[in-house]
T-cell receptor, first 109, second 116 residues
Framework: RKEVEQDPGPFNVPEGATVAFNCTYS??????FFWYRQDCRKEPKLLMS???SGNEDGRFTAQLNRASQYISLLIRDSKLSDSATYLC??????????FGPGTRLSVLP | EAGVTQFPSHSVIEKGQTVTLRCDPI?????LYWYRRVMGKEIKFLLH????????ESGMPNNRFLAERTGGTYSTLKVQPAELEDSGVYFC??????????????FGSGTQLSVL
């Protein structure tokens, strides 16, 4: 079993749609959780950290369920510029960051 | 403030040759990581420096890969001799040391390595 798993995708959605990404992780001791986005041929960029109580940043909402070892990202009112690969990343403090395989999103006009 | 910079951005070499990749982390970031993305696969950890010390090199694929971080500033990753399966994008990332050990990674734009 992979350490971090994500929806295989790709997701093709129309502009304005709401899209949800799911991620599960295998190491129950994991302590930090993130969503990164990666545009084609670019480096990963931090989208948002994921906190236990859930957090929101504009159109983006992240949730964490430690009991289920599950992380989610919701994008509302999707824009063309949201098209990218979304990477779920998990970290144990002081140790390396583990990346999921990513889910590709295409927002269509 | 300058971000993480990597050099070169692209490298095309023949099997058996040597290539050295360089990473300059954000100034003041003691943590430096090397990651690699092989086509069609997820980003995989290679190794982690804290200042000049190797904290974890469990992801290094074999002894053809050598990473250094002299003086705790920039880092180099040498592949010698390069093999076809070494092709991919090599990312460097850095983060500051924090007392609470909560880190956020900042990535360089990567080096696209093609071994022919």
């Amino acid at each position: 079993r992979k350490e971090v798993e994500q929806d295989p995708g790709p997701f093709n959605v129309p502009e304005g749609a709401t899209v949800a990404f799911n991620c599960t992780y295998s190491n129950s001791a994991s302590q930090s959780f993130f969503w990164y986005r990666q545009d084609c041929r670019k480096e990963p960029k931090l989208l948002m950290s994921v906190y236990s109580s859930g957090n929101e940043d504009g159109r983006f909402t992240a949730q964490l369920n430690r009991a289920s070892q599950y992380i989610s990202l919701l994008i509302r009112d999707s824009k063309l510029s949201d098209s990218a690969t979304y990477l779920c990343v998990v970290n144990l403090y002081g140790q390396n960051f583990v990346f999921g395989p990513g889910t590709r999103l295409s927002v269509l006009p | 403030e300058a971000g993480v910079t990597q050099f070169p951005s692209h490298s095309v070499i023949e099997k058996g040759q040597t290539v050295t990749l360089r990473c300059d982390p954000i100034s003041g970031h003691d943590n430096l990581y090397w990651y690699r993305r092989v086509m069609g696969k997820e980003i995989k950890f290679l190794l982690h420096f804290v200042k000049e010390s190797k904290q974890d090199e469990s992801g290094m694929p074999n002894n053809r890969f050598l990473a250094e971080r002299t003086g705790g500033t920039y880092s180099t990753l040498k592949v010698q001799p390069a093999e076809l399966e070494d092709s991919g994008v090599y990312f460097c990332a850095s983060s500051p040391l924090r007392r609470d050990r909560r880190e956020k990674l900042f990535f360089g734009s990567g080096t696209q390595l093609s071994v022919l």
